[in-house]
């Protein structure tokens, strides 16, 4: 079983709402394959930070951010050959701003991620090869809608991210479909655009009909070097860690 320890102040003046709270929570010894798993129960002092400040009456700049240091389990090759669990920190960074007009509305979002692994030796994976213990990603996504008829409106975003190392997972949700959304997660090692463009068109309070578009492409090779065939392309990008 977990347990956890939160606390911290919230403050609302006028424009601004801003929620502080450090913790610790204390996870048992995890038996995952790989560097997921622990060798002793894992104490990890977390820090969170949400500050929303309304600019102007119709827009808001909302400010998130994230930090934890956990343990994870590593294979080393010095000081001595072995598995030592070493303080790893995840930190994530958001900055969004955002504006609802008379008919159309507007978010531009830029999101940073960092996988650190600290007072690190010499750090190798199951084939004896190096890791790099510093890892980084962030995406940046423009989102707008448009309200063409009281019944008629279009949802157009284009999301730029760049991920080009392991250990960092970007994502943003999106609609799947209707009144339907999803966290849509960009494979490691990649660095690309999503977009995608949807018109909805509600015929009566029960019945809409509605179209999307989407695209997701790829600028590098996901760090994988000429595949042999799709059937293996598939299964790394399915699998990610495999690569």
Not at 83 to 109: C, I, T, W
Request: glycine share 6%; hydrophobic share 35%.
């Amino acid at each position: 079983n977990e347990e956890a320890v939160l606390s911290g102040p919230g403050l609302k003046i006028n424009n601004l709402d801003f929620l502080a709270e450090y913790g610790v929570y204390r996870k048992p010894i995890a038996v995952y394959s790989g560097s997921y798993g622990t060798l002793t129960p894992n104490i990890i002092p977390t820090i969170y930070a949400d500050l929303m400040y309304q600019i102007l009456p119709n827009v808001m700049l909302h400010y998130l951010e994230r930090d934890n240091w956990e343990k994870r389990k590593f294979n080393v090759s010095s000081p001595v050959p072995g598995v030592m669990d070493l303080p790893v920190y995840k930190g994530q960074h958001r900055v969004e701003v955002s504006g609802n007009f008379k008919k159309a509305s507007l978010k531009l979002r830029y999101e940073y991620k960092q996988y650190i692994i600290e007072n690190n030796p010499q750090i190798i994976n199951a084939a004896g090869e190096a890791i790099n213990p510093y890892s980084e990603g962030s995406l940046v996504y423009v989102d707008t809608k448009y309200n063409l008829t009281p019944q008629l409106s279009v949802n157009l975003r284009g999301v730029f991210f760049n991920g080009p190392v392991d250990n960092v997972y970007l994502s943003a949700v999106e609609p799947l479909w209707s009144q339907v959304y999803m966290s849509k997660t960009f494979i490691p090692q990649g660095r690309g655009v999503n977009f995608y463009f949807i018109i909805n068109h509600n015929i009566s309070s029960n019945i809409s009909v509605w179209l999307k578009y989407a695209n997701l492409g790829y600028t590098d090779d996901f760090g994988i070097i000429q595949p042999v065939n799709i059937d293996e392309m598939d299964k790394l990008i399915a699998n990610p860690s495999q690569s």
